[in-house]
């Protein structure tokens, strides 16, 4: 795999535009500022966020905020062809074709107003994905300069297995976090870490504060004891289970508040002792491993 290039803790952009915080064009630009300046360095985009309207937000927003391209890394994910008011399609669907993908990405180097992505993401697996169609496609892109690097999103084992006869993706972005943890025990994470492909974990706080479940309230009463021990908040140790995974992998984080992006690098110290791990874990599992 190349040198790593992605800051450890990503910042998602799909909560900033339309899509949630409705951010205005100068509340990103402080946004991205913010998070640089923090040294979270790498944004995580999809062509069809807002809408398809956030990346051309964001892209607004970067050109003003006076920051060099070579300080960000610029991530997106394109395939999700999906009906609203900026396409007229008759349903939701997949679209891996030469002609999609060259289209796609064009149009998100123009949103964002940039040259290159960091890396290129096929959003989700299509069950008429061509893999021969597909290596051809980045290839020309990787050689074209638009992308630097490839990976797949949501993609199983079988899937990227099926992809690497013909191209190595270098990243799967995957939903992974306490409360959504089979992919450390499916083998998902494992068969990425055994290609020497990166993880991101993408919605990294899982449902803990979206749904009010017996689940969500067993993680509550385990973390009042951590809260203490660690001093630390419980987003923190949400995020400090998932950073100890030795697959080293990066959180793709979706809140848009400054203080919570701020506190969200302090879990990077946060070294939860072994039995801790496992008690969130028996926390989120409803018992002990066995
Ligand atoms: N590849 C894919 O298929 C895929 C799919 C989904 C998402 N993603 C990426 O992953 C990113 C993150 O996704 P996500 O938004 O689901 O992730 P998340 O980081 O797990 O955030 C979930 C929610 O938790 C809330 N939250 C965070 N800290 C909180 C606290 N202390 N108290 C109460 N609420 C709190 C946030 O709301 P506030 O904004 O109010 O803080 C946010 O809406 C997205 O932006 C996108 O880039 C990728």
Request: hydrophobic fraction near 40%.
């Amino acid at each position: 795999m190349q040198m790593n290039p992605f800051s450890r803790i990503i910042s998602g952009v799909m909560n900033w535009g339309s899509w949630g915080a409705r951010l205005s064009i100068q509340q990103m630009e402080r946004q991205i500022d913010f998070c640089v300046a923090l040294g979270i360095t790498s944004f995580d985009h999809a062509d069809l966020y807002g809408g398809y309207t956030t990346e051309a937000e964001f892209g607004r927003a970067f050109r003003t905020a006076g920051i060099n391209r070579d300080q960000v890394q610029l991530i997106s994910k394109c395939g999700i062809q999906m009906p609203c008011e900026a396409r007229a399609l008759p349903l939701k669907y997949y679209d891996y074709s030469a002609k999609h993908l060259q289209y796609s990405i064009e149009n998100s180097l123009k949103a964002l107003k940039t040259d290159y992505l960091d890396l290129l993401l096929l959003h989700r697996p299509s069950p008429l994905l061509e893999p021969e169609s597909i290596a051809e496609s980045v290839q020309k892109l990787l050689k074209q300069g638009k992308i630097k690097s490839f990976g797949v999103s949501n993609f199983t084992p079988s899937q990227i297995a099926w992809l690497q006869n013909e191209i190595k993706p270098a990243w799967n972005q995957i939903e992974c976090s306490l409360t959504h943890e089979a992919p450390f025990f499916d083998g998902s994470v494992d068969y990425l870490s055994a290609h020497k492909m990166g993880v991101m974990a993408w919605s990294p706080l899982g449902s803990y504060y979206k749904l009010q479940d017996s689940k969500t309230k067993r993680i509550t009463d385990c973390m009042r004891a951590l809260k203490a021990k660690y001093n630390c908040a419980e987003d923190q140790l949400l995020l400090a289970w998932l950073l100890k995974h030795p697959s080293k992998l990066h959180p793709v984080l979706g809140t848009t508040k400054p203080e919570r992006i701020k506190k969200s690098l302090e879990a990077l110290e946060i070294n939860l002792e072994l039995t801790d791990w496992f008690l969130l874990l028996k926390a989120s599992q409803g018992e002990e491993v066995p």
